[in-house]
C-alpha cells in the first residue's frame, strides 16, 4: 500500500468529548408541544373573545327578553291579557282599556307561541278577568316554524324558555349562542356601534308598539301581502292550532277568565284577496270555540271605519288607527266583560 492511497483522521484533542446526539424523537416532542401550547393559547383567546361578545350581546335590549320581564314583573296587576302576531301587537294598545292589561303579542307569533306564553304565566296573573286572542285570516293554517320567520322559535327558547313545538333543533347552536342567532352581519353592526343599541326602541311597558313599517298601500301591495301568507298557510294546521286554543281555553275556563276572539282590520287592498274556503275554515273553527268555551267573537277585519288614514300598510294599522281600534275594544269587547252579571 502506498502513502497516497492511506488517509488519515485527526483523533479529537485529548480532553474533550464529542458533543452529544439528542434523539430524533425528542426534537419532534419538543416541537409538536410547543406547536400544541401556541394553539391552546390562541384557542383560550378566542374563547374569551367570544364569551365576551355573548355577554355583550346579552345586555342589548331585545322585544323577546323584554316582554318576558315586563309580563312577570307586572303579572300580579295585569287584568286583561293581549296575545297574537304583528297584527295585534301593532294594533292593540291596552292603555285605551280603562283596565290593567298587556300586550304579549309579537311579530309572526303564532297559537303555539300565543298559548305557551299565556299558560306560562297564568298562575302569576291572579287578577286576569280576560284574554284577547286575535285570529287573522291566515292565523289558524300557520305555524311560525312553517315559514322564513323560523329563526324567532331560537329567541323563545332562549328568552321565554319556551321549546319549539316538534322538539326539533334541540342541539342546534343557536339554542345558546346569540353570535350565531344574530348573524355575523348584525354583530358587526351591534361592535360598531359599541353595542350601545336597542332592538326594541318602540315598545312600551304595556308591551305595546307602533309599528315603523310604513309602506304603499296599494291593490299591487295587499297582492304581494296576501300572496306571502297564502304560501304559508296549510290547512293541516288549523287543527293543531285548535288544539292549542282549546288546552288554553281550558285553563282559563277553569279560572273563570273571560275568552274574547278579536280579528283586526285589515285594508280593503288586502281583504279584497281573501279565498273563501280558507275564510269559511276559519269561521268555522272559531264558532266551534265559541260553543265549546263561551268565547265572544268580534270580526274587524271588513270594518268600514277603518280606511286607508288608518293604516301604515296593507294589514297593520298605524298608531292612530291603533288607538282608534283600542278605544272600540274597550267599548265593544273589554267592558262587557268586567260588567257585572244580569
Keep these: 500500500m502506498t502513502e497516497a492511497t492511506l488517509s488519515y483522521v485527526d483523533p479529537p484533542p485529548t480532553g474533550t468529548k464529542a458533543p452529544p446526539v439528542e434523539a430524533a424523537p425528542r426534537q419532534q416532542f419538543r416541537s409538536l408541544r410547543k406547536l400544541l401550547t401556541r394553539l391552546c393559547v390562541f384557542g383560550l383567546i378566542n374563547l374569551a373573545i367570544f364569551g365576551l361578545l355573548e355577554l355583550r350581546l346579552a345586555k342589548i335590549p331585545n322585544a323577546y327578553a323584554r316582554k318576558e320581564a315586563l309580563l312577570t314583573a307586572q303579572g300580579k296587576e295585569i287584568e286583561v291579557l293581549v296575545l297574537g302576531s304583528s297584527h295585534g301587537y301593532y294594533a292593540i294598545d291596552p292603555a ?17 307561541y300565543d298559548s ?141 277568565v273571560r275568552i274574547a276572539i278579536v280579528s283586526v282590520p285589515i285594508h280593503h287592498d288586502y281583504s279584497d284577496l281573501i279565498e273563501r274556503e280558507p275564510y269559511d275554515r276559519m269561521q268555522a273553527a272559531i264558532h266551534g270555540l265559541q260553543a265549546k268555551f263561551g268565547a265572544t267573537y268580534n270580526d274587524y277585519m271588513f270594518d268600514g271605519r277603518f280606511d286607508t288614514p288608518d293604516y301604515a300598510n296593507v294589514d297593520h294599522l298605524n298608531e292612530a288607527g291603533a288607538e282608534r281600534f283600542s278605544r272600540i275594544l274597550r267599548e265593544e269587547v273589554v267592558e262587557p266583560a268586567f260588567a257585572p252579571p244580569r
Excluded at 285605551?96 to 303555539?112: E, P, R, S, T, V
Excluded at 301581502?225 to 288546552?247: A, S
Aim: proline share 6%; with cysteine; charged share 25%.
Design 116 to 256: 305557551r306564553i299565556a299558560l306560562k304565566h297564568l298562575n302569576d296573573m291572579p287578577k286576569l278577568r280576560q284574554v284577547i286572542v286575535p285570529i287573522s285570516y291566515h292565523t289558524l293554517e300557520t305555524n311560525l316554524c312553517d315559514t322564513p320567520e323560523d329563526w324567532r322559535s331560537f329567541f323563545y327558547r332562549r328568552f321565554y324558555g319556551i321549546p319549539r313545538y316538534d322538539g326539533h333543533k334541540r342541539f342546534d347552536p343557536r339554542n345558546w349562542s346569540l353570535m350565531l342567532l344574530y348573524r355575523n352581519k348584525e354583530v358587526f353592526r351591534f361592535i360598531a356601534s359599541g353595542f350601545n343599541i336597542n332592538l326594541c326602541p318602540n315598545l312600551r311597558d304595556n308591551g305595546f308598539a307602533a309599528t315603523d313599517d310604513f309602506a304603499p298601500i296599494t291593490p299591487e301591495a295587499g297582492e304581494a301581502r296576501i300572496e306571502i301568507h297564502h304560501h304559508d298557510m296549510h290547512e293541516p294546521r288549523l287543527k293543531q292550532n285548535v288544539v292549542y286554543l282549546e288546552q288554553l281555553f281550558t285553563a282559563l275556563k277553569a279560572r273563570g
Design 96 to 112: 285605551q282599556f280603562g283596565h290593567k292589561g298587556f300586550n304579549a303579542a309579537y311579530i309572526a307569533q303564532d297559537l303555539y
